[in-house]
């Protein structure tokens, strides 16, 4: 034995530690300390020595986000000073990246299901519109885990997916288990150390569709649909395809969903009114023969129209029917700030307001603001894109 080992005869090995740790390991290796002779001094130090050396390897070895600011104090005293940095791409994508909110969200990813989620120990970068998963699925004493970015409509109940650890489980047995499911939306916030902490669900799988919907679907559907000039009337025809998919969706009348129509450029119109349309055919006729306007992006004035006219009884908005708003945009309005108000106010007569924001050219502050949470914001790159995200719209719109 060398002359350091029987000084030390506990010293660790940090390049070989691992994480994450078996903290019950700590535990008792503290306790070991506590029981050891104070004659044995030169052994206490030792092993404290070794001790504090494990923890600190806990700590440094703790997942730390890629995606950081030059200096995140600079940043703030910067925005003071010109209130519109995050506009500035040169800020924004590069020196005050998270302070802009423009870094992707980071979490624990083993897509692979696992016995015990302390043994998950890769992380990922998640996509847009996603957030980090822990899925618990236990069937007669038998417990899996699997860590991941999903979808956020999964915490919505739209999407479990487990996938078969062998070839020999049927899909019955597969899909009769429970699951509970923890999400969040911090970075690397889905491991472990975190599930206490958050509110998790247990349902049956799977919900596999949009619908049909147990409760049926009787809201009050409100479409605020841009068709400013950065618009195109390509794409806004597209828009409306995409709006009648969401009606093929939906039982209409006066007992089921009720539908208006706002669109806004320059200025905001009512194309008709909650109590106007009362058959599914005659709706789909409307969609197909709205006029492209073109103009500036004035979104401030159709989210005042949806409240103050859209949202009102004289023009059919039901008491005892749940608001749903979807509002439609493809960048910045020309007044961010009283578009942001004029959101807050919205979300006085609807608890539900989606937005769904297509292409990069909007304002991270303004698409926060316009939808009621993060989970009521869909970002697709392109009009294309819309179809994709049909089945968790109809979850929203239906069973929120």
């Keep these: 034995m060398n002359e350091d080992n029987r000084r030390c005869p506990m010293r660790l090995n940090i390049n070989a530690i691992n994480y994450p740790y078996n903290w019950s390991d700590v535990y008792v290796y503290m306790l070991d300390l506590l029981l050891l002779k104070v004659g044995h001094g030169k052994m206490v130090v030792c092993r404290l ?33 010109k209130p519109d940095l995050c506009n500035d791409a040169a800020f924004s994508q590069t020196t005050c990246r998270r302070f802009c909110g423009n870094c992707p969200l980071e979490c ?90 958050k509110t998790t669900t247990t349902t049956r799988l799977p919900p596999t569709s949009s619908g049909p919907f147990p409760h049926g679907c009787d809201r009050d559907i409100v479409f605020v649909l841009d068709d400013s000039g950065s618009v195109g009337r390509a794409n806004f025809l597209q828009g409306l395809g995409f709006i009648k998919e969401i009606v093929q969706q939906l039982t209409i009348g006066p007992a089921n969903a009720m539908t208006g129509l706002v669109a806004y450029s320059t200025h905001a119109y009512p194309m008709w009114h909650l109590n106007e349309i009362l058959t599914k055919q005659q709706l789909l006729l409307n969609l197909s023969s709205v006029p492209y306007q073109g103009g500036i992006t004035r979104t ?34 020309n ?19 989606i937005s769904i924001v297509i292409g990069s050219g909007i304002n991270i502050a ?17 009009y294309n894109s819309l179809q994709s995200i049909l089945p968790q719209l109809m979850q929203i719109i239906c069973n929120a």
Aim: contains cysteine.
């Design 49 to 81: 020595v070794g001790f504090l050396a494990l923890f600190c390897a806990c700590v440094a070895q703790y997942p730390q986000s890629s995606c950081r600011d030059l200096d995140a104090q600079a940043c703030l005293l910067f925005s003071m000073a």
């Design 108 to 197: 624990y990813a083993c897509p692979t299901p696992v016995l015990n989620p302390l043994d998950c120990n890769t992380t990922t970068t998640c996509s847009i519109n996603q957030t980090c998963v822990t899925k618990h699925l236990a069937a007669a004493g038998h417990h899996e885990y699997i860590l991941a970015c999903e979808l956020k409509a999964i915490c919505l109940g739209l999407s479990f997916g487990f996938g078969k650890r062998d070839g020999s489980e049927s899909e019955r047995d597969r899909y009769g288990r429970d699951v509970t499911i923890a999400c969040c939306d911090t970075d690397f916030c889905n491991s472990p150390n975190y599930l206490t902490t």
């Design 300 to 333: 401030n004035e159709a989210l005042k129209l949806a409240r103050t006219t859209m949202l009102t009884s004289q023009h059919g908005d039901r008491p005892n029917n749940k608001n749903v708003v979807i509002v439609f945009t493809d960048g910045d309005s």
């Design 335 to 353: 007044d961010k700030q009283d578009t942001i108000s004029e959101a807050n106010n919205l979300r006085t007569v609807s608890d539900d307001v």
């Design 366 to 382: 303004e698409l926060n603001a316009l939808a009621t949470d993060s989970h009521h914001v869909f970002d697709v790159h392109s």
